[in-house]
Structures are given as structure tokens and as C-alpha cells.
């Protein structure tokens, strides 16, 4: 594939000081036009100039050539020179614990020693068109405002929510497995399925079980198949959600409501990569990658013993945890305006926006129910719309006077006190004092805004 001749060609810098290879590289990558640099200084100093949008990055260079100091230095100073470039670390026997460190810290992605030049090659080619998707959606997003779509599917303006984003994004091409932890309504599904879909198994299938929603007795038969005749009813031989994950990615939904005995099935799997199907004798391996999700406090069940721990650090290896919709500045409204947009257009075309007043009303709710609550009110309340203009009162939500601004400044500040303290709250856990720290005001008055606005337990 040779890039047209009137484009310039992409850039690509190698930094690895083993001369022999450095040539090996520089004629693997006709496409590209190939940088080389041996140590930190001289990458650095062509990153400044020269902008590649690709690094291929020995982590061992001089003067520490057997340790990953002056790698990981390298890493650093090119991320926050160029935050967009697409940074792969070569990780040396066995170091694939440097090579996940330097993912947390960044990189795009690893390739061990010694180097397999086709797979390599695969992988530059992948972060070149990342680097090129992400410039476009960059131009975009800078024209048309208010869209701001992560993930290919997750709209947030949230810096809580595009961190979130951005820490998957950087697992998603690393096989460890992810947990996703949030209440319900927050968009796990959303996430696991944004995991599949920029991790490099997207050509296989995404295969979701919800291990609450199947009663736990077919559970097992669900997850891992069975033989015919392997009990009764069992008419012929069926794969379970595992073995169809084949090649894929498996998304383990209410991973907590996993009965004990499975959990032991569960993690002899995960260890050992084979599964058996239920009245089989033949071990069937499977090569998937394990996305689960709860809204289950799994701390707390394996101290209670109905969770096990082993199976627990085996599923997560990452632990990404999703912010509720009240904690996203900005989201509540930007959603909302997504959803009318969408359900209008799918349902009630008539409808063409927000009353003054609705927006506020969206802002100052708290959203116990999270993104689903306020896609239920959305839908309800564009279905339900007489007029063009959708208000509180449609979404069901407590609205200020009818000009859309709250009776008066007093009525305001106490709206603004009132979520405030609530998110101090819930961020200490009900502590007071630590309340009140985050707020910077004392105990006391502390106590007696509570008292004053009725929010004490
Ligand atoms: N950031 C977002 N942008 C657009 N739609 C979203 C976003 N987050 C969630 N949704 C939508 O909200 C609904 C709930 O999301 P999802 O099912 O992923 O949440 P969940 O955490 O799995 O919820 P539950 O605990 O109820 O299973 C879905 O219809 C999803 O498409
Ligand atoms: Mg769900």
C-alpha cells in the first residue's frame, strides 16, 4: 500500500539504539517517511521538530540501556509535548508489567522483544489511522460545537467522563480485563461495548450476558454450553456465550450476581483459557477478552464470603469507575439535547427544542436513575408534547416560575447551595466534617445550613 506520491507520507519515529535493528525498521516502513533517533535527547528534539504522528519506543536507552528510566522519560516528555501522538513501547522478555505501566501512563500500545516486524507492523499501521481518525473527529467537533461524541457512541462534555474515555481508550488494546463500576444507568454496556470496539478484536463479536437477568440454575449452561443429551431437554449441542466469544470480546453484566460454585468455574476458566461444556469431556479453548460490570459493592461481598477474591483480581486487572450523571458538569443538559433530537426526529417531529425554564430544571436535577432516567423522561415527555417546545413540566420535573428564572437570588443561591452540599455529602460518604472541609466553610455552619434546608438524615 504506497501512499499517493502528491501526499506527504506519514511520519514515523523510531527511537531504539541497537543499530542493526534500527536499519531492520527503517526498510520495513516504505509507506512512511522513517525518523531515527537512539537516545531520549535526539527523540525529543524530532518530536519538537519533525511532529510524527506515530513513536515506536524502546523503553531501554543509553546511559540506563538495560532499565526503562530513560524510556519512560522519553514517554513523558513526548506526551506532554504532543499529547496526540501515538506512542508504542517495545517491552524486552517477559516485561509486560513496564509495558502496562507505560499504557497507564500513555502509551498507545506494546510489542515485545524480539521484534516481530509483520506484527509490528500491523500495529504502526492501527496507530497511524487512530492518529488520523482522531485529527478528523478533532475538526469536527471544533465545527459543529456541542457534539461531542467519545468512544464512537458516548456523548459527554464532562472532563469526569472523557477521562473515563481516555483510560479506556488506552486499555482497550491490551487483552487485560476491565471492570466497570457505576450505578445503574450510568452507561456501562455503552463503555464495554466502546472497549470492543476500539480494541483490535472489533472484527469479532461482542457477546453480553447479564448474569442477574437468567435464573441461576441455566446460568451455567448459558455461560458455558452443553452436550446433547448432557441432561434433560438438552436436545442437541449448544455453545454457551464463552465459546462464542471466540475471537472476541465476552461482557459479563452483574458479574456479582454470579452464584459461588460458578464463581470457581469462572475463574478455573480465566486461569486456564479452556472451557468444557456441560456433559463434554473435551477441553474447548477460548481466546476472549473479559469485560465485566456491577453496581454491586464487590469489596463488600468478598469480605461477606459471596464474592471471591482470586476471581476478583483476575477480572480486574483494570478498574474503571463511571461517575454518576450529577457528578458530569455540563452532561445532564448536553444529553437532554441529544435525546430530544434523537426521539423527535424518530417520534414526534413537531417537537423542536426546550421551553425556558426545562434546561435549568434538567441542570439542578439530581438523576438518581443516571443517563436512563433521563432518556425515560425524554422520551416520555417528547411522546407526550402538545406544543413545539418541551417543559419541566413534561419531564415531570420541579419547575422554577414560568420566565424560566428561579423566583429570586435567594431561591437561586439555595438551589446552588443545596446541590453543592448534597455532592460534598455524597463524596465524603455523609461525613460531616469532611464536608465541610470540601467546602470550606466550619462544622457548625455546616450543621445549620443542613437544618436550614431540611437535609439532614
Ligand atoms: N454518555 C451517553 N451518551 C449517550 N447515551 C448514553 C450515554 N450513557 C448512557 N446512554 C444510554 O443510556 C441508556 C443506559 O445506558 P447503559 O445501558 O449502558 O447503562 P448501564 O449502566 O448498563 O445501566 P443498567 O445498570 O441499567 O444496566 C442506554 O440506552 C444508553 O444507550
Ligand atoms: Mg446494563
Redesign the pocket.
Known sequence: MNAPAHFPKPRLLIVEDDEGLQRQLRWAYDDYEVLVASDRNAAVDLVRSAEPAVVTLDLGLPPDPDGVTEGFAALETILTLKPDTKVIVASGHGARESALRAIASGAYDFYQKPVDIDQLGLIVRRAFQLHELEGENRRLESKVGEDRTVLG????AAPEMTKVARTIERVANTDVSVMLL?A????????ARGVHRTSRRRGGGFVAINCAAIPENLLEAELFGYEKGAFTGAIKTTEGKIELAHGGTLFL?EVGDIPLPLQVKLLRFLQERVIERIGGRRPIPVDTRIVC?T?QNLEEMIAAGSFREDLYYRLAEIVVRIPSLAERHGDPAL?AK?FLARFAAEMNPQVKGFAPGALSAIENWSWPGN??EL?NRLKRAVIMADGKLITAEDLDLAAPAADGLPVNLKAARETADRAVIRKALAQTDGNISGAAKLLGISRPTLYDLLKQYGLQA
Not at 184 to 191: C, H, M, P
Request: proline share 0%; net charge negative; glycine share 14%.
Open positions: 457512541s458516548m456523548i459527554t457505576g445503574s444507568g450510568t452507561g456501562k454496556e455503552l463503555l453484566d460490570a453496581h444529553l441529544h443517563v436512563r432518556e
